[in-house]
């Protein structure tokens, strides 16, 4: 008799209110990019990621807010839509603690090790880092869960998702390639723990058809 997997944990859709919690957390990322390009509050100085104000002198939050503002409109809507498509499908299939919560705790590491790789004075802004980290993240559990595929299938899949999304069209010296491959990398480790820590309930979710 043989068996097909006609259903995975990733077949249902995603909860009702993922994609409210997807569109606030992209609302709060413009707010505080609206209040770094003007300035509010005198804030400007103190939100990005510097080495040297990280390094030196402690200002560790600025791993977390380095990650909310960017360096003008354009910036933030390239990050726009990533941030919105991988919160909604993070959040409406692994909830809350995986995004915003562990997304974002990662993202201050990311920026952590994306910024002790560069030269003093250097700065950082923008949530591409942890775009590319949720990206990784969401590939990796794809390919994990997704049998209803052959893993050949589900490789090619991730790759051409990956492509059409993330690979950016031409080299720009203004963009941290660095921390992209740090975001990815770390979202990849991410999924996996995730994944064999979950996998039980993930296999349970499957639903099997016989010949």
């Given at each position: ?6 259903e ?6 995603p909860?009702?209110?993922?994609a ?11 707010l505080?990019?609206?209040?770094y ?6 804030l ?9 104000a ?60 994306s ?27 794809f390919v994990s ?7 050949p ?21 203004a ?16 999924g ?6 979950a996998?039980?309930?993930i296999?349970?979710a499957?639903?099997t058809?016989?010949?």
């Amino acid at each position: 008799m043989n068996s097909e997997i006609i259903e995975t944990y990733l077949s249902r859709p995603p909860r009702k209110n993922s994609a409210t919690v997807s569109l606030i957390v992209v609302a709060f990322v413009f707010l505080f990019s609206v209040t770094y390009w003007g300035n509010s509050f005198g804030l400007r100085e103190r939100l990005n990621v510097d080495r040297d104000a990280v390094f030196q002198f402690h200002e560790y939050w600025r791993l977390f807010t380095g990650i909310l503002v960017h360096a003008d409109m354009n910036h933030f809507l390239s990050n726009a839509l990533g941030l919105f498509l991988f919160g909604y499908l993070l959040n409406g299939y692994f909830g809350p603690g995986v995004y915003p919560v562990g997304v974002f705790a990662l993202g201050t590491l990311v920026n952590f090790v994306s910024i002790a790789t560069y030269p003093a004075g250097t700065r950082l802004v923008g949530a591409s880092g942890i775009v590319y980290l949720m990206a990784g993240f969401w590939l990796t559990l794809f390919v994990s869960t997704e049998r209803r595929f052959s893993i050949p299938k589900r490789l090619l899949r991730s790759i051409g998702f990956a492509l059409v999304l993330l690979i950016s069209s031409s080299f720009d010296p203004a963009i941290s390639h660095r921390t992209h491959a740090i975001g990815f990398f770390t979202g990849v480790i991410y999924g996996l723990i995730y994944f064999f820590k979950a996998k039980e309930r993930i296999r349970a979710a499957e639903v099997t058809a016989f010949e």
